[in-house]
């Protein structure tokens, strides 16, 4: 994969060693949690795998296959059709979905899991409405159970496919008119222009968005668990926790991120080098179809129903809970929980945004496979069930921290305590690990858009490596750059376990208040911290839309 | 935007560090997640002037913070909703003994550790919940006979790895051995009503919508919804009846809420003064009123609507005993298809 004409620059040689340096880097921060895990778990396996291997774990591995599996299909297909949609075509009510759309994003699929059992469930209000209706008893009827592998798909869909939705509809809106107009003047209908030009122009952006609704899904506790889906990752959980067995749990997580990174590999890899630049051609794009009657109406409905289903029925439900109760937080309360958790979704947004463009920068300089690898490694904490990555950094910080308490009491007799432990910076780093993949994949797409051209030019004109990203990628990268901070913020607003377990004393978070409400039953309690949450997320999820609308206008 | 981003950096240091500051003051880990708990410390400052920090989170992980943490661990006192979790942490070595008058005045032996590592604050019992339109009370009776054919198709409980099953098949295991306590487990799967799903409130309900007969389940769970307000689960709550089983045999199974004193409590003191606050009058009437527990306290009464229940006769088996029973209740679980 490295370039053969590298050595015609007489600073190549550094400039690769550096970019493979930043990516290593990187890569091992990210591992850091996981292999300290592996390493600490030295208890003996008692023949627990022997155990599982008969009893529960080919269901584990089934169910977690499909979901994984059957939401990245979901995910890929709602999100590509709802991209293509809003990019190629005009109808009533187009310009108000394209935001619309993006909704699901501020709403956790935990919350959504809850809220759809609380409205679907046989003792909810829409069978009860039935049973009442028709005259029915249990067993007269059959009604879809939303607490099966079918709901947990269903839930988690609606909720991650405005990634792909979010990375196809860009890639859809500059694919440049050229490409789709030569389609067409050689006779071919939008279908067939659809499923040979666009959609291969389009594959690493809807690639990389159903990467992450995968990974989302296999690293999900909240929502199978709720709905009683024995999976992968709910299997780690108990095998840590209630057969009290770290290793063993360590050694399925290693398995589980094994097979993610030969999937997301086998994916990048089966593209090659067949990269697609499309020019950067802001006055041409292909001419948007204006679509009347029933063309319309398929279009608002293809449009509407994701976000139906995503967030309007899920939030109606909650706001229907909150009527219900009087309230669970005082004024003050929900003020400063909305305050912190805003607050570390700002800070975790800033961080992990500023990695991984140093991750990408280092990728764009060619130097060999090393920082490709190295990044894909750096990535699979989005498929790490959040409570792994907190032990594993709990592990990781303790060591430091007591490396450095000893350090300093060795050389100067006094201890220094805790220096990251119990601190924001624990709670920074886990989200670092954790959410790296979603602001790498919007770079990616970001840096795809840019030409290998202006790199070339640039180093011709005397920019160095650094020089270059700042004064000529940085500007280029403005909206891509945003796209993954939001991104980052609306994860880090609904993130639950590494907050909960890493943070410091008395800080509390409104993921925490929902948990510690709808964990101990009191669903109709824990809706108003929820729709707080979904509330700050749509703040970030309205910034995103602007910013979209910016980028198709520019 | 860079000041903005150094302002942010210094409110995240000071909050970080707020909690090494002032003198007077207890450090707790509490994996209760009862919101009604902040009521609890703030009663203790009132009545001692030591102020209390608090992180809540999931038992097991609050564990592996403690251990991680080493001795510079700030954790003073370590709180969970099942004696499992004590009994695990026990095992791990996170907690020191301590002898107290207080504690061991009042809180019954069965019911805290021999060694003095942790003691229960409140307690719950598994009862057993039915139809009242389609069961009698008379033909229940135990949580062995719910195995029998006979409820083939009526019987809902949550899942097996929750941990208030796994206790109540670790006491099984304890009483009965493990070959019994599977064929238990076993019977008692092919009865159920349906897969396990959602957690004991919605067993109630569904035992009220007929999806099943009888439910196994905690006693604050029915107690709440009988308290409820709302008129759908106060219909709920009309419908069904509560069984407290094995009254005549060893009693009703029945875990535990507890605290214990970390190892390396930096405030040992005021960490065994909160423990002792717990089990004040004062603070058992709390926790009876709001999260609708038993009191350890024997001097405190339970709520009302518990104690309408009646008196009832408990299993005298320590908590510690089925605690330590879990990892083979686990695995019953799996090879019965509890899942």
């Known amino acids: 994969m490295s370039i053969p004409a590298a050595p015609r620059f007489s600073f190549a040689p550094r400039r690769g060693a550096l970019a493979q340096g930043v990516a290593l880097v990187i890569a091992l921060l990210a591992a850091t949690p996981l292999l300290a895990l592996v390493l600490r778990s030295f208890t003996p396996t008692d023949g627990l795998w022997a155990h599982l291997a008969s009893t529960v774990l080919p269901e584990y591995v089934a169910n977690s296959l499909l979901l994984a599996l059957c939401v990245g299909l979901v995910a890929g297909v709602l999100g590509t059709a709802t991209g293509w949609t809003i990019a190629m075509y005009r109808f009533p009510g187009r310009d108000l979905l394209a935001v619309l759309l993006l909704l699901p994003l501020a709403m956790p699929a935990y919350i959504l899991a809850f809220t759809y059992t609380d409205w679907l469930q046989f003792a909810g209000p829409v069978q009860t409405w039935l049973r009442g209706l028709m005259g029915w008893r249990r067993g007269d009827y059959w009604f879809p159970d939303i607490r099966s592998l079918g709901g947990a798909i269903f839930v988690l869909g609606v909720v991650l496919y405005p990634y792909t939705y979010l990375l196809a509809r860009a890639a859809f809106a500059e694919q440049s008119a050229s490409a789709i107009e030569a389609s067409r003047m050689l006779g071919r209908g939008p279908c067939r222009t659809f499923f040979s030009v666009a959609l291969p122009l389009a594959r690493p952006a809807i690639a990389a968005g159903m990467t992450l609704a995968v990974m989302e899904a296999l690293a999900d506790f909240g929502a199978v668990t709720y709905f009683g889906v024995p999976t992968f990752t709910s299997g780690i959980f108990r095998t840590w926790f209630a057969l009290a067995n770290p290793a063993v749990a360590a050694q399925l997580s290693m398995a589980l991120l094994a097979t993610v990174l030969a999937a997301v590999l086998l994916e990048r890899f089966s593209r090659g080098d067949a990269r697609r630049h499309v020019t950067v051609d802001r006055g041409r794009r292909a001419a948007a179809i204006r679509l009347k009657g029933a063309g319309a109406l398929l279009a608002m409905l293809c449009c509407a129903l994701p976000v139906l289903a995503g967030f309007v029925v899920p939030a109606l439900v909650l706001v229907d809970l909150v009527f219900e109760t009087d309230l669970p937080l005082t004024l003050a309360q929900s003020v400063g929980f909305a305050g912190n958790s805003a607050l570390l979704a700002l800070l975790s947004g800033l961080l992990v945004v500023a990695v991984a463009l140093f991750a990408s920068h280092a990728v764009r300089q060619r130097a060999g496979v090393l920082p490709v690898v190295a990044t894909r490694i750096a990535m699979l904490g989005y498929a790490t069930p959040g409570a792994v990555v907190a032990v594993g950094i709990l592990i990781a910080i303790g060591g430091f921290d007591a490396g450095v308490d000893g350090l300093s009491r060795a050389l100067f007799g006094v201890g220094t305590g805790l220096v990251l432990g119990g601190t924001l910076v624990a709670i920074l780093y886990g989200h670092l690990v954790r959410f790296f993949a979603v602001a790498q994949g919007a770079l990616d797409a970001g840096y795809a858009r840019i030409g290998p051209g202006l790199d070339a030019a640039a180093r011709t004109l005397g920019r160095t490596a650094f020089g270059t990203l700042r004064d000529v990628h940085l500007p280029l990268l403005r909206g891509s750059l945003l796209t993954a901070g939001i991104l980052v913020f609306a994860d880090v607003m609904k993130e639950l376990p590494l907050t909960m377990i890493l943070r410091p004393f008395n800080f509390e978070t409104l993921a925490v208040a929902a948990y510690q409400r709808a964990t101990t039953e009191r669903l109709d309690e824990a809706a108003l911290p929820a729709l707080l949450i979904v509330l700050v997320g749509l703040v970030p999820v309205w910034l995103l839309a602007r910013q979209l609308g910016r980028q198709v206008r520019g | ?339």
Request: zero cysteines.
């Open chain 2, 1 to 339: 935007m860079s000041r903005l981003a150094s302002m942010l950096a210094t409110g995240a240091l000071v909050l970080g560090f707020a909690a090494a500051a002032s003198a007077q003051e207890v450090n707790v880990y509490n994996g209760r997640h009862y919101s009604t708990d902040t009521e609890l410390w703030t009663g203790f400052t009132k009545a001692t002037g030591i102020k209390v920090n608090v992180i809540e989170g999931d038992a097991d992980q609050l564990i592996q913070r403690i251990k991680s943490e080493g001795s510079n661990s700030p954790a003073d006192v370590l709180i969970t909703v099942d004696a499992g979790r004590l009994g695990f942490a026990a095992r791990e070595g996170i907690f020191q003994p301590v002898r107290s008058a207080g504690i061991d005045a009042i809180v019954p032996a069965s019911l805290r550790d021999p060694d003095g590592l942790w003691t229960g604050i409140a307690t719950r019992a598994r009862v057993i919940v039915f139809a009242k339109d389609r069961v009698k009370p008379g033909e229940l009776s135990t949580y062995e006979d719910l195995a029998d054919p006979k409820w083939k198709g009526k019987v809902l409980v949550r899942s097996g790895t929750h941990i208030y099953n796994l206790s109540l098949t670790g006491a099984m295991i304890a009483t009965h051995g493990e070959a019994k306590a599977e064929a238990w487990a076993r019977g008692l799967v092919a009865n159920f009503a349906r897969p396990p799903k959602g957690g004991d409130t919605d067993q109630i309900k569904a035992v009220a919508a007929g999806e099943g007969d009888v439910a196994l389940v905690n006693t604050y769970y029915v107690a709440r919804l009988i308290g409820s307000s709302k008129p759908d689960e106060k219909a709920v709550a009309d419908k069904i009846g509560v069984f407290f089983p094995n009254q005549r045999d060893r009693g009703t199974h029945v875990n535990i809420s507890g605290a214990g004193v970390v190892k390396t409590a930096k405030n040992k003191d005021n960490a065994v003064k909160l423990v002792e606050y717990l089990l004040s009058p004062e603070a058992q009437r709390y926790l009876a009123d709001t999260s609708m527990e038993f009191p350890v306290n024997p001097k405190v009464q339970p709520h009302g609507i518990l104690a309408a229940f009646g008196d009832f006769k408990v299993d005298p088996l320590n908590a510690a005993k089925f605690a330590g029973y879990q990892p083979e209740a686990l695995k019953i679980m799996d090879r019965t298809g509890w899942k």
